[in-house]
T-cell receptor, first 111, second 115 residues
């Protein structure tokens, strides 16, 4: 059983469309990170959320942490080809020194 | 500065070779990590160092040997690898404990091909 369920696993959309990626769990996380990764490169940190109900915005990207700190979402408005990449959510749990990763969402934005 | 650097960027090695991957950070982080990543999959944790001591080994084969010479450097020594070890090897660092807890910063990775 995957501790952090990420969906969808693959998303192919046209430029200008909106999309949402979800990460869900039955466990509580003390923080949750979102990363974007391009092929052959390392994951780049987009945001860390730590407070239940928290909403953070990064230009056209909106990140939300669930009230119970068990789930998170990433919403992209008016997607652009430069948004193409693998999006990873990763959570940290109290008492654990490592991150739990979702399986990732491969996003392809076509012009 | 949130930069983690890794060298080399690419590495091709035979199954009898010995090589090393290097990682460096200057963020004052006392936790450093090695991950292995296959294409379109999430990173898989291999090793964790905290305060220059190995704290987690995720049952990694002994042909991978980590080393942490000081608080800024992390090495991964490779010997007698198999073709299935070909992957992107990522280094990451974070505060130990962390505030916010868990935020790890990744390097650009080393693309390893074992022939």
């Amino acid at each position: 059983t995957q501790l952090l369920e990420q969906s969808p696993q693959f998303l192919s959309i046209q430029e200008g469309e909106n999309l949402t990626v979800y990460c869900n769990s039955s466990s509580v996380f003390s923080s949750l990170q979102w990363y974007r990764q391009e092929p052959g490169e390392g994951p780049v940190l987009l945001v860390t959320v730590v407070t239940g109900g928290e909403v953070k915005k990064l230009k056209r990207l909106t990140f939300q942490f669930g009230d119970a700190r068990k789930d998170s979402s990433l919403h992209i408005t008016a997607a652009q080809p430069g948004d193409t990449g693998l999006y990873l959510c990763a959570g940290a749990r109290s008492g654990y020194s490592t991150l739990t990763f979702g399986k990732g969402t491969m996003l392809l934005v076509s012009p | 500065d949130t930069e983690v650097t890794q060298t080399p960027k690419h590495l091709v090695m035979g199954m009898t070779n010995k090589k090393s991957l290097k990682c460096e950070q200057h963020m004052g982080h006392r936790a450093m990590y090695w991950y292995k990543q296959k294409a379109k999959k999430p990173p898989e944790l291999m090793f964790v160092y905290s305060y220059e001591k190995l704290s987690i080994n995720e049952s990694v084969p002994s042909r991978f040997s980590p080393e942490c010479p000081n608080s800024s450097l992390l090495n991964l020594h490779l010997h007698a690898l198999q073709p299935e070890d070909s992957a992107l090897y990522l280094c990451a660092s974070s505060h130990w404990g962390g505030n916010p807890r868990g935020t790890q910063y990744f390097g650009p990775g080393t693309r390893l091909l074992v022939l």
